[in-house]
């Protein structure tokens, strides 16, 4: 696994939506990354209740409704006499934000990015043509702010929050009520691949002049031009990761 680099801005707590809350949530939070993280691989049995209880200092309460929460993700299967067993990848909801913010929280290996450079590629392109002909004004205005928040931004992470901002603000401009949902959906993994392809640049806003010209088609309302735009922004992002995964 190629781990994520300490300088990889961490998830924000509005993807992993059960970090940071009550003792429940928290539970939830932590076996869900320990799956994730393959500490717990798939097929084995988790300890059982009170040992789990002791080391996490919960109730069997708290830990039962965690299991049932997880076990909705696909991620755990409950068996009376049995225990609790992790299930295989090919059973979990992967684009459940909080399965994937675990899985960007605790490291991030090349097939990871590869499918995740291939979702966007199948879903971004055509999302930037539809949001060019769909877009108001007033979700023109959140790209172009996205869009100055990169130009200023100091920092990597600067760059990162407001990337992910840009292509939320794409997303949310095609107006499609299922569309618009995939962007809080892939967000948390977005933010660990576009962490990712800026660190490894030279240079993290090498990509500035590709996102504008992805704005300036859905300025001016040109779909097929915001397509080829994007398209060719991602093809960029994919040779900057196959670099990544062969230097790493």
């Known amino acids: 696994m190629m781990p994520v680099d300490p300088k990889t801005p961490p998830i924000p707590a509005s993807h992993a939506r059960y970090s940071g809350r009550k003792l429940h949530g928290q539970v939830v939070d932590e ?3 320990r799956v994730a993280g393959g500490i717990y691989p798939a097929g084995q049995v988790l300890p059982n209740e009170e040992l789990l209880c002791q080391e996490l200092a919960v109730s069997r309460t708290a830990l039962r409704e965690a299991v049932k929460v997880l076990a909705g993700k696909g991620l755990l299967e409950a068996r009376p006499r ?3 067993r992790v299930r295989s990848k090919d059973q979990w909801n ?7 913010a675990w899985r960007c929280a605790t490291g991030v290996d090349a097939e990871f990015l590869r499918h995740l450079t291939e979702l966007r590629e199948i879903i971004e392109p055509s999302a930037a043509a ?3 002909t769909s877009r108001s004004e007033e ?5 172009a702010q996205a869009l100055r928040s990169m130009e200023s931004a100091a920092s990597i992470t600067d760059w990162v929050q407001a990337d992910l901002a840009f292509h939320t603000a794409v997303l949310q ?3 499609n009520p299922l569309l618009m949902p995939l962007a809080a959906i ?3 993994a977005l933010e660990s691949l576009l962490g990712v392809t800026a660190r490894t640049s030279d240079n993290f806003k090498q990509a500035l002049p590709d996102h504008q010209k992805v704005f300036e088609a859905i300025r001016l309302q040109e ?7 994007m398209a060719s922004m991602l093809s960029d992002t994919r040779s900057l990761i196959r670099t990544t995964i062969q230097t790493s």
């Open 186 to 188: 892939i967000g948390s």
């Open 139 to 143: 979700q023109l205005q959140s790209i």
């Open 223 to 229: 779909p097929q031009n915001a397509l080829h735009r």
């Open 31 to 33: 076996l869900g990354r």
């Open 82 to 84: 049995i225990g609790t």
């Open 94 to 100: 992967l684009l459940d934000p909080d399965i994937l």
């Open 173 to 175: 401009a095609t107006n």
């Open 130 to 132: 539809l949001a060019a």
